[in-house]
């Protein structure tokens, strides 16, 4: 579910699933299959991002339920994600609390 906000002020979420099209000009409209639409109070790029985030979040989910593995079925493909073993190399910068400087040196 994503959380989108309409022109008008009201808050709500939808299924980025639901979502039949977009049109742009001049405000951002959703079609949904259902039929419904609405006008938003936000532009194309921030819409977006919530379905991208909310995809992501969902790829996440599944793979920590499978163990690593994720496996999502579309009806073009098949997309196989699998958890590989972090190699830490010494002269990789690491995490930002590891490139701070030394105050004992």
């Given at each position: 579910?994503i959380a989108?906000t309409?022109?008008?002020?009201?808050?709500?979420?939808?299924?980025p699933?639901?979502?039949?099209?977009v049109?742009?000009?001049?405000?951002?409209?959703?079609?949904?299959?259902?039929?419904?639409?609405?006008?938003?109070?936000?532009?194309l790029?921030e819409l977006?991002?919530?379905?991208?985030?909310?995809?992501a979040?969902?790829?996440v989910?599944?793979?920590?339920l499978?163990?690593?593995?994720?496996?999502?079925?579309?009806?073009?493909?098949?997309?196989?994600?699998e958890?590989?073993?972090?190699?830490?190399?010494?002269?990789?910068?690491?995490?930002?609390?590891?490139?701070?400087?030394?105050?004992?040196?």
């Amino acid at each position: 579910m994503i959380a989108v906000t309409c022109r008008n002020g009201e808050h709500f979420t939808i299924d980025p699933r639901e979502i039949e099209r977009v049109e742009t000009l001049p405000d951002t409209v959703l079609h949904m299959v259902g039929g419904r639409t609405y006008v938003l109070g936000t532009g194309l790029d921030e819409l977006l991002r919530a379905v991208r985030d909310s995809h992501a979040e969902l790829l996440v989910v599944q793979k920590r339920l499978s163990g690593g593995t994720a496996v999502l079925a579309d009806s073009a493909a098949t997309l196989r994600v699998e958890r590989r073993a972090r190699v830490r190399i010494d002269d990789s910068p690491g995490s930002p609390a590891d490139r701070r400087p030394d105050p004992d040196a």
